[in-house]
Each structure stands twice: as structure tokens, then as C-alpha cells.
């Protein structure tokens, strides 16, 4: 072919809001399946890596998946004294359950994800997350987390609930009746922390994740990260213990692990919130 003649650029739109897309340059498309949940698609991209879409919206990218895995997993455990038992809602790409497997006193990190093909579509094309799911102390379960919560016996000392946004199979994870059961399948020292969108297009889903979590427990807080490839930049992680006075910013122990982006500085940073923000949720953080 006549070299002088280019390809196209091929690109990957995220249609987050009707008035703000994101687009992606992309290589090729890797995956493309329709679950009875979502379009779950890979791509190949020159500069985020491989990246993984659900219903068009971006959840991991290879270039960024550490902030958001590092955040959603080292701030809760640095706050307690050990985590034995982790149960994870979601994180189907496998990036969560990596940080977890971590841990050398880790007894079983049980993740219960909805989508089989979110799953195979990491298994295939999202090998550095994926890869705890071959972790011995791995417990992979492919269920509803409502339903795995409601009939669960065991007790966890982490949860972690790492879902999509507030639509589709993941709407009741943002609701009353699913943190009376995290509540119950918490330990008395636990911690729950989940992710609670973004202060610059959802400070509504903010409050009312917040309220609920205020109902049911006695320490709740919220702590924001920043990534590439969220809208917006900033989104943030809700944090609730059934212990009251938990100081969120103050680690309890050293993390010595190899980290990309987590540190105590970090940790501490993560706290303070802006003002737009801090005023508007300030009377559930407690
Ligand atoms: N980090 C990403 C983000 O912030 O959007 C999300 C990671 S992971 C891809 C989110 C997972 O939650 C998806 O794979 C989705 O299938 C899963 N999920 C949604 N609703 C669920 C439910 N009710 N039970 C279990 N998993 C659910």
C-alpha cells in the first residue's frame, strides 16, 4: 500500500455525559460480548494499554489501574491491624483482589463478580489484574453480590465493594437494604469501604450513599483519589467501621510493600476534601 497514505485514526468514545465524551485513540478491539448485564469490550490503545469498557464506560485502563487498586485496597488496610478475611463486591478485572493477595496474613480474599464475561474478557486481556485469580487464597464466585451478601454466614474484616456506577445490576449496591447486610457479614472491628463516584457530576449519589451508610454505621468517612482515565479526574471511595472515632487519616500500621502510588502522605492527603465538597457532606462524616 502506498505508504503516504495513512490509516485512519480509530477511536473509542466514552459518552459519560451528554455534554462530556472522552475519546480514546485505540488500536484494535480485543474483546466485544454482550452479557445479560452489559457490553463488556477490550481495546488495545497506544497509550493507556489494554482497556477495559462496560456499557461504554471506561473501568480499567493498564496505565492508570494502580491508583484506583492501590486507593480501594491499602487505605482500609492500613487502618486495621490485620485483614484475614476480605470480601470484594465486583472487581471483575481482578486489579482490587491483586492488592489484597498482598498481604502475607491474608487467610481467603472472596470476590463475588456478577459478569462471567467482565471475568473472561480480564482473564484474556487484562493479564496484570487477572492474574490473582489464580491466587490459592483466591475464592472467585460468580453470584449477585445483593444475594451473596443477604445469605452469607461468614464475617469479613474487610469489604470492599468495587462496582460499576449506580445503574443496571449495580443500582441496589448504593442502597439501604444492601448495607444492613454488610453490616451483619462485618466484623465488630471492620471496615467496608466502596466506590462512591465523583464530587464534580454525582455530589447527590455522594449524600446519599453517606446517609445510608450513617444509619447503620458508628464511623463513616470519604476520601478522594485522582486517575487518568475517571471523568473528571477526581472520584472518591466512601469508608464506614461499626467502631466509633476511627481516625481515617492516621494509618495504624506501616504498609511495606511495593507501591506505585500509595504512601502515608498519600494516605493522609487522600482525607482532605475540598471545600465544595466537604460542605455539602459534612453532616453524615462522622
Ligand atoms: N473500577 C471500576 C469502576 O470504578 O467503575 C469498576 C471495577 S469492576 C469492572 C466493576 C464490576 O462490578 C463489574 O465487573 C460489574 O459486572 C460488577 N457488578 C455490578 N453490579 C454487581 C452486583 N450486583 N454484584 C456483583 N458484581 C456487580
Redesign the pocket.
Known sequence: MDSSVKTPKQWMTEKFQEYYHLSYQVEEKLYSKRSE??LVEVFKTPFFGNM?F?DG?A??SEKDEFV?HEMISHVPASLLPSIKKVLI?????G??AREILRYPELEACTM????PL?IEAAREFLPTMSVSFNHPKMNLIV????K?VKETSESFDLILV????PI???Q??FGPEFYKDIHACLSPEGIVVS?AETPYFAMDMQKKLLSILNDSFKSVGLYNYHNLT?PGGT?SFSIASKKPNMTWDKPVRDINLDMKLYNKAIHQGAFALPEFQKQQIAEFLK
Open positions: 448485564f452489559q477495559l462496560n464506560l473501568m480499567v484506583y463486591i465486583g472487581g471483575g478485572d486489579g482490587t463475588v463478580e456478577i459478569d467482565v453470584e449477585d453480590g445483593i451473596f468495587d462496582s460499576t456506577d443496571g445490576p449495580a441496589p449496591l466506590q475517571y472520584w
